[in-house]
């Protein structure tokens, strides 16, 4: 078997069959896979790789046999992959063997007490400042970033990955950086051989990087600049008008003081809106989830995370066992690789939750429940929180002001005719029978109503 074929068998089942069996691993969704080509024919094989269901449905004994042991859970069919194709998967199983653990010459079990200049050598290393030893061109910072910024980056930062290395249950460094568990981070690595002894200095570095906090990206702040710079501008000027008489006309004076306070004015009133608004907020959370693959991609539910919407003030956060449910089974991201889903097995191990961040957040003098628009008010997610399905990084859509939920009210039609918690309103129901109204809005029922925000 040529190491090429191999390769070949190898990149198939990862990206077709590992996500519901395992080679030497035990039973996953489908059946253990070692040694399969000893118990059946690779002609059945084939066959059942293609298009378990058309075997099943021949009456094939076998096939049923292995349909009704695995709980009645039918296998994907392969008619997209070559005869050639499936052959060189059947091959990587039969020929597989565990991958032998690389042996290190340094404690693989440290995680603090480095010398200074373990630690600075593996910083120098991390930024590119000193060559590996067996080649490599790129520094780990061109990747994993020391600072956040505005957009997605997929690949850990310096301080997720300093993290995850020196908590409990944490990564394991030395056999991620020797023997890469995705695909992502195989590719990411692939001209790279680290020594233990730079893998070792790498980890001294991030075990003091983990005590500190990635420095976050910062918009540089225009409004305020505009604001100090006309107060200056306004002060010189008032200044020069009653004591230092520098320029002759009186009327520069007076329109650079009008200019000032009408931009001051401007920027107070913009400000003292926005006071407690915070539309387009989108923090960084402790998971690169992203909607846009979850919701868009594959069409996930809203509620299938956010299941206490439909009874509850709260939509909720959803658990680590929510999470799991797919994540048993996927174990990899086409974009993060393992990383990110590992998180979530480490905070499951150590028993400590993940703390989200919340995005949507109403002031405590304002009651919302996501119960009454969701179940009573059948309105769609997408209506409040926006295109969620193109979002990567989660945001505030809407601005949530009181003006915004009045002409929400007062425009928004409710679905009232077959709705059992509108039933009381019979004089409503009249009108609409006799014809003298057509619809009826929020605001009809009680939507305006001060009481039912501010109780």
Request: aromatic share 10%; with cysteine; proline share 3%.
């Amino acid at each position: 078997m040529n190491s090429f074929a191999q390769d070949e068998g190898k990149q198939l089942f990862e990206k077709n069959c590992q996500v519901c069996h395992k080679i030497g691993g035990g039973k996953l969704v489908g059946p253990e896979l070692l040694g399969i080509t000893q118990l059946r024919e690779r002609e059945w094989l084939v066959k059942f790789i293609r298009n378990s269901k058309e075997l099943i449905d021949s009456g094939d004994k076998l096939a049923i046999q292995v349909y009704e042991e695995n709980n009645k859970i039918p296998m994907q069919a392969f008619t997209n992959l070559s005869d050639g194709e499936i052959n060189s998967i059947i091959d990587y199983i039969e020929n597989w063997q565990p991958v032998q653990k690389k042996e290190f010459t340094v404690d693989v079990n440290k995680k603090d007490g480095f010398t200074e200049t373990e630690i600075r050598r593996g910083e120098r290393m991390f930024y590119g400042l000193i060559p590996f030893e067996n080649g490599g061109t790129a520094s780990c910072i061109s990747c994993h970033y020391a600072k956040n910024t505005d957009s997605l980056n997929w690949n850990p930062s310096a301080h997720d990955l300093a993290v995850a290395f020196v908590e409990k249950n944490g990564m394991n460094i030395y056999e991620s950086m020797s023997e890469p568990s995705s695909q992502v981070m195989e590719k990411a690595h692939k001209e790279y051989n680290l020594t233990g002894e730079e893998i070792y200095n790498i980890s001294a570095f991030l075990s003091e990087f983990s005590q500190k906090e990635t420095k976050q990206f910062k918009i540089f702040p225009k409004r305020l600049m505009l604001f100090i710079l006309f107060a200056i501008l306004m002060t010189l000027a008032i200044i020069d008008l009653i004591f230092t008489k520098k320029l002759k006309y009186r009327l520069v004076h007076l329109i650079i003081i009008a200019v000032g306070l009408a931009v001051h004015l401007n920027i107070a009133m913009t400000e003292a809106k926005a006071l407690s608004r915070t539309q387009d907020y989108a923090p960084d959370q402790p998971i690169k989830f992203s909607h846009q693959i979850h919701v868009g991609e594959n069409q996930i539910d809203c509620q299938y995370c956010h299941h206490i919407a439909d009874f509850s003030k709260s939509a909720g956060i959803p658990s680590n066992d929510v999470c799991m449910n797919c994540h048993n089974v996927v174990l990899a991201g086409t974009n993060s690789g393992k990383f990110e889903i590992n998180k979530i097995k480490r905070s499951i191990e150590n028993g400590e939750p993940i703390e989200w961040i919340r995005i949507h957040n109403m002031p405590e003098h304002v009651f919302f429940s996501h119960a009454q628009h969701v179940n009573a008010g059948n309105i769609e997610c997408e209506t409040c929180h926006g295109p969620v399905a193109e979002m990567h990084i989660m945001k505030q859509f809407s601005d949530l002001s009181m003006g915004w939920c009045i002409e929400c009210h007062r425009d928004s039609k409710v679905d009232f005719k077959d709705n059992e918690y509108y039933s009381s309103y019979m004089k409503l129901h009249d009108q609409l029978k006799s014809g003298k109204i057509d619809s009826v809005t929020v605001e009809q029922v009680g939507g305006l109503d001060c009481m039912k925000c501010h109780y």
